[in-house]
């Protein structure tokens, strides 16, 4: 046995304080109550397999799926043409380089490009709405992609969701993973929707919103918003 075996690794993922998670089952969300756990969470110490592998999951996932908009010449998604950036932090406010980043999201039309969403709302066959790209060195990521629209829950007594972008991210190693969502500032809808106000912390539930950003930053043609996501510690992106 090394050095390194017989050095006891820190306990950095602390639990989340208080209102900071989402609050489960979520009321009037049936889905929630066969989908959350039963019993309170076992604690379990990360050990050192755990926190440093499998590593460069890049090279077993392509990572090469930024742009959603644009398919080929004259094969553009319909909707607003939009810039979706960010950087992928740790709890020290570094980088996290290498991490494997994924985005899903409804149409303009608020549907899903899957077999389970039946609502009456138009398919886009320029857009199916799913993207996978690697951080670079600075922890960046972007897409290209539409804003989604709005849509109602399938459930009895609906709400509707307000718009959202889902995101993994995997890194960097493969057993930690944050699956999360995004929202748009200024939306009336945010204030309505069960998931999102799921999270009791308003700074927590904040911190899902995005930030407009100058279109001249990304250029013409697009709106452009920035999400980072911060992966553990006071100021970590919730799950929603
Ligand atoms: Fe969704």
């Known amino acids: 046995m090394d050095n390194h075996a017989r050095t006891p690794l820190p306990d950095r993922y602390e639990p989340f304080a208080p209102g900071i998670e989402p609050a489960v089952p979520v009321p009037g969300y049936p889905n929630t109550w066969t989908h959350t756990p039963a019993q309170p969470l076992i604690r379990r110490p990360v050990t050192r397999t755990e926190a440093t592998g499998p590593l460069a999951l890049w090279r077993k996932l392509p990572c090469d799926e930024s742009n959603l908009a644009v398919l080929g010449p004259g094969r553009i998604a319909q909707g607003q043409l939009m810039h979706v950036s960010g950087r992928i932090l740790d709890e020290s406010a570094r980088p996290v380089r290498d991490a494997v980043v994924e985005l899903w999201q409804a149409n303009a039309a608020g549907r899903y490009f899957h077999p389970i969403d039946q609502r009456d709302a138009p398919l886009d066959p320029h857009f199916v709405g799913n993207g996978r790209v690697r951080t670079d060195a ?103």
């Open 138 to 240: 600075e922890g960046r990521y972007a897409f290209f992609t539409i804003r989604p629209g709005a849509y109602p829950v399938p459930v009895k007594d609906t709400w509707w969701r307000p718009p959202h972008i889902h995101f993994s991210v995997l890194g960097p190693a493969s057993l930690s993973r944050l699956v999360t969502q995004m929202y748009f500032p200024g939306d009336p809808m945010n204030e309505w929707d069960r998931i999102l106000n799921s999270i009791p912390d308003a700074a927590a539930r904040q911190r899902l919103v995005a930030r407009q950003t100058h279109p001249a930053e990304v250029g013409d043609g697009w709106i452009a918003f920035t999400h980072d996501i911060v992966l553990r510690g006071r100021h970590a992106t919730p799950e929603a």
